[in-house]
Structures are given as C-alpha cells and as structure tokens.
C-alpha cells in the first residue's frame, strides 16, 4: 500500500496544481470561469466521502479501492480529451467522487490488517507516502506539462491504473 499510494499520488498531483491553468487555455476562457469548476470537484467529493463507508463495507475494501484507482486513472485520460466547460464540470465532479473512495477504502484496509498496537505506526508510513508523492508530482508534472499536457494526463492516468491493476492481481 506505501509503494501503491506512492505512486498513484504522485500521478494525480502531477495535474491538479496545473488543471486550471490547463483549462482556461484549452477553452480559451477567462481564469475566473474556469474557477467555477472548483466546487463541481469538492461537493462531489463530499458527498461520496459521506456514503463511501456503507459501499464500502458492503463490497469490499480492496475492489473499491480498484475500481476507484481504475475510474480516477480513466477521467484523466477523458480530461486530457475534454473540449466544452460542461465536459470539464463532470469529469472534476467524477475526480471528487472516486478520490474519497480509494482514501476511504484504504484507511478501512489498512485497519483491517494492522494489529491496533502498530497502526499509528502503518498510518503514518501511508501519509509519508502520500506527502512524497505530492512533493515528486508537481515538480514532475511541471517539466512535463511545458512539453505537453496531454503526455502529462496520460502519466498520471498510468500510474493511477498501474495502482488499481496491481491491486487487483
């Protein structure tokens, strides 16, 4: 799970600090429309942050955790393939749904297969892991957005599904 949160943090913050400016300039819009967008992510990860528990204790931690890894990889690539603000709108919204499942369903996880005794040990291994990878990721997404944002998208959107292909095998 270290190696596996690693990685895919890594991949999704090599866009996010760079998905507004991505946007405003593939429309061709003002920044202040693309703000707009914002909250389309957030509320929708609120909301799925409140009913991950229950989907995730019925189906299981490690398929949800799957999935969710395969789905946030697949609306990367959909991202960098977006041409009409609506599009954008719910393709963020669907990044907000499927980043709280995987968060939850790995916390449930890790809970499930560490003793009690060494858990803060195994939480903080995994938040060491997810603050690394958002120090590599930008600094890694940024030389490769000047180049391209496309290859820039589809690297995150590889080491998301990477993630989610290991885990289920």
Avoid: C
């Avoid at 907000?96 to 916390?107: E, K, T, V």
């Amino acid at each position: 799970m270290f190696f596996g949160m690693l990685l895919s943090t890594t991949g999704s913050s090599m866009i996010w600090p760079f998905q507004m400016i991505y946007i405003t300039e593939k429309l061709n819009v003002e920044l202040a429309v693309v703000t707009m967008l914002v909250p389309f992510q957030s509320l929708s990860g609120i909301t799925a942050s409140f009913i991950a528990g229950p989907i995730i204790d019925r189906t299981g931690r490690k398929g949800v955790m799957a999935l969710s890894l395969v789905m946030h990889g697949l609306t990367f690539v959909l991202l960098s393939q977006a041409t009409t603000l609506w599009q954008f709108g719910v393709l963020l919204a669907m990044v907000g749904i499927f980043n709280p499942l995987y968060r939850s369903a790995s916390d449930a996880m890790m809970a499930d297969l560490v003793p009690p005794k060494d858990r803060v040990d195994a939480y903080s291994l995994l938040r060491m892991s997810n603050n690394l990878g958002v120090a590599i990721g930008p600094a890694v997404g940024g030389f490769i957005a000047t180049q391209s944002y496309t290859v820039a998208f589809l690297l995150a959107a590889a080491g998301m599904v990477t993630y989610g292909l290991m885990m289920t095998f």
